[in-house]
């Protein structure tokens, strides 16, 4: 399984990288705020979780979007332009965008990347052809994600002195959010029989969770969803899968389910018709109830409680 980050055309990386240098910059939100933009669902709902409403805050790419593939608009470079801060994911997670991210850094804009803030020993590595590469989706472990907390804070408070301790407070508040999560994950997978704790989907975004709670965890695709998974790929998967006995595989909400259903007819395995949120968070308020709370699939806590809840019933039916 190969990495592939050519995905977003260099035509439109150019034209974007081409707006970015050339716009006026208008660091005001419009209401006072400082304005950040975030690329990603996940790092903007982290920044509005640490930011509270002290701060504008816009993202880029909208929920199901898949970030590896992304095409900038015709009004992200003004937007990117007028931002006090730049948050983005890192590790290649937004292909060719981030070329443009850490030119605008080089520039000395404030950007920061929140993979790249962790020390690369705490990182998988994406695959063994391309030494160096490591996994971008951290998010996965909520342990992880909790540790790239403090890096942003920290990046907030360069553009709001005054609010500084206000995240702070909100950090230390959803890092212990964050450690309810993953106590409760680790419970609730760890009810998986031994034999069925193997999570098959259409490309390799859950390792950092397969890490965290000991599951087995196989893709179709490569680390990044551009890559085409070969016959050769598929054939393995199919034999595997026949040999497991596992009893689902599972879609993801970013990307096309056609191939993994493939496998699965082939494989005579079920497919899940609970689809996994890998790269990106559900829409804002679609909601749904779990152990008597409401959880919203649009944040991070909610789509985190949404996967490991299906996948728990799906392998311990």
């Not at 470079?77 to 931002?83: Q, T, V």
Request: negative net charge; proline residues 5%.
């Amino acid at each position: 399984m190969r990495l592939n980050y050519r995905s977003l055309p260099a035509l439109a990386a150019a034209i974007l990288a081409a707006g970015v240098v050339s716009c006026g910059r208008d660091t005001s939100a419009g209401d006072g705020r400082p304005l950040v933009v975030a690329t990603t669902t996940m790092a903007a709902d982290l920044v509005r979780e640490i930011g509270g409403d002290r701060l504008d805050v816009r993202g880029l790419m909208g929920p199901d979007v898949d970030p590896h593939s992304y095409i900038p608009r015709i009004g992200d470079s003004r937007l990117l332009e007028r931002a006090d801060l730049v948050v983005f994911n890192g590790h290649h997670l937004e292909g060719r965008l981030q070329r443009t991210l850490e030119e605008m850094s080089g520039r000395g804009r404030r950007v920061v990347a929140l993979a790249e803030t962790l020390d690369p020993s705490q990182l998988i590595a994406a695959a063994e052809d391309f030494p160096g590469a490591l996994d971008p989706h951290i998010w996965g472990d909520p342990m992880l994600w909790a540790a790239v907390i403090d890096p942003l804070a920290d990046a907030l408070a360069t553009i709001d002195p005054e609010g500084a301790g206000v995240f702070r407070e909100r950090a230390a508040s959803y890092r212990a959010e964050l450690e309810t999560l993953d106590a409760w994950a680790r419970e609730t997978l760890g009810e998986i029989p031994a034999g069925q704790r193997v999570l098959v989907t259409s490309h390799d975004a859950f390792h950092y969770l397969g890490n965290a709670y000991d599951l087995e965890v196989r893709g179709l695709q490569g680390v990044s969803s551009a890559s085409e998974a070969g016959l050769r790929d598929r054939r393995d998967l199919v034999a595997f899968l026949r040999e497991s006995g596992i009893p689902a595989v599972f879609p993801e909400s970013t990307i096309n389910p056609k191939a993994l259903e493939t496998v699965a007819q082939e494989a005579g395995v079920r497919i899940s018709d609970r689809t996994l949120y890998s790269d990106a968070l559900g829409k804002p308020g679609d909601t749904f109830t779990l152990d008597g709370k409401t959880h919203d699939r649009g944040t991070y806590t909610g789509m985190m409680r949404h996967n490991i809840h299906t996948i728990a019933t799906e392998l311990n039916p």
